[in-house]
């Protein structure tokens, strides 16, 4: 008798393992993460550097206090299994062993492989509640996260899917009704991307939750850039199409808020230590918001006066003469 | 006959990193017996990244030194065989029979042309074997 294993026998071994509850298979601290790797089609589009959604997951979830399937029971089973008995492989990657398997044929390996996976993922989205993130940018409508996912973190009662068996009912009972609800997906309100959502199509629920992502994911990459930095880039870039670029960045300073705002709930809300926030009392940030929207229109002001010095004066606009002395504008005597 | 979830139970106290590791000695005692139906063996470069569970695709080399790439549905594992397209300048480990059956996506390198239906139909019989003809008429591709 071989000791190759197939799908279906990892599918029956996490089952197991999920229905014991003293294991806390897919225990988490109310903030999951899910990601998923960009279709050809989108990485083709990419000029530049292209960092693997995995890899960016795995460097964002701790930042946001999330947990990933990786970090589960589950997903450090399917992780470091090898095999057992005498078919073990050397190597420790879930498709190695089926690849090595002499049981499988070449059409069925890549079935076989991801089969557990997409077993434990359905388990991990219905295991979720209170904040969910993402990292799945691009991500192809055949993969697991689109198919699975998403529609199980929205509906626990979404229907299994044509090639997948229902979960079995003692298992359900433990996710469905979720022990508590999911409240957040990509700091946006739960409600928001249900209504996106229905058992057949969710297609809208999935381009909200990416412009969730989108949203996060360019205030982490602004983080720490000196506002007014920001809005001198932001007048550069957006010169010959944007008549008041300083409306877009007092927008860009609010959405700001709301973001700062907002993740440092989350982070109070999961059970890791919270960062230290940005964020001061409401009249501290209206001060500060002030000061850099002035220091922008300044700057705004002061490009002015060089750009009607640098003109002919008969070509000069019909702009009074003023002067910025000590931060302040005057009009010129 | 101890449980996999006593078995579990037991194992818990350790690191979790150690729990796969346990998997490998342990003998799982009612798994099916089926027979070896291995039908498959040509040569198919599976594509992947580093580190990755799956492979993103395949490669797969023909005799007159044309090299294909096909891309696979992650979630069905279904060949995308209508985007199959031809590698420009393969690089040597997608053509040498002795490489590792396993590549880097990076060594793909630019893709050309479209592969053509009677490309498409000889992909589809290396990747489904035996299951070909079925796929094949579903594809409309016989």
Known sequence: MSDWLYADDLIRMIDEIVSNSKLKALDHNGHTHFYSTPSDDVINQIAGVIINNHARALRRAPRLGATLIDDTLIGQFLSNFRGTGSAIISKKVTFDYFLANPLISADDKYYQAVAPWKHASRYFALASWGYVSTTICGASRDSVYYTLETPYAVNPYHPAPSDMQPIHDDLEALFVPRVKPVEFINLLPFDRVAKGYTPTKWERA???????????????????????????????????????????????????????????????????????????????????????????????????????????PADRPNIPAFSIIGGKVTFAV | MLSIATLLNDFMPLPRIEFGKIWSWLKVNDKPVRPEDRVNE?????????????????????????????????????????????????????????????????????????????????????????????ILTELALV
């Not at chain 1, 918001?289 to 300044?298: I, K, N, Q, S």
């Not at chain 2, 470069?45 to 549905?73: H, Q």
């Not at chain 2, 793909?108 to 139909?121: F, K, N």
Request: hydrophobic share 35%.
């Open chain 1, 206 to 312: 999935h381009r909200i939750i990416g412009l969730g992502e989108q949203r996060m994911t360019l205030n982490e990459a602004l983080d720490g850039v000196n506002p007014r930095t920001i809005g001198e880039g932001l007048r550069k870039a957006s010169v010959e199409v944007l008549s008041r670029p300083i409306e877009v960045f007092q927008y860009y300073l609010e959405s700001r808020e709301c973001y700062l705002v907002d993740r440092h709930l989350m982070l109070k809300s999961a059970a890791t230590k919270p960062k230290k926030s940005d964020i001061g009392t409401p009249q501290e940030r209206q001060i500060k918001r002030e000061r850099e929207a002035t220091e922008f229109g300044l700057m705004a002001l002061q490009l002015v006066k060089t750009e009607l010095e640098l003109l002919p």
């Open chain 2, 42 to 134: 040509r040569r198919i470069i599976w594509i992947r990244e580093r580190g990755e569970n799956l492979p993103k695709g395949i490669a797969y080399p023909f005799s007159d030194g044309r090299v294909f790439y096909v891309p696979i549905a992650e979630a069905s594992g279904k060949l995308l065989v209508r985007k199959a397209k031809e590698i420009v300048n393969p690089h040597e480990d997608l053509k040498s029979e002795s490489s590792e059956r396993i590549q880097p996506p990076e060594k793909i390198g630019e893709l050309g042309s479209m592969a053509e239906p009677d490309v498409q139909r000889c992909l589809v019989e290396v990747y489904y074997g035996k299951k070909a003809p079925q």
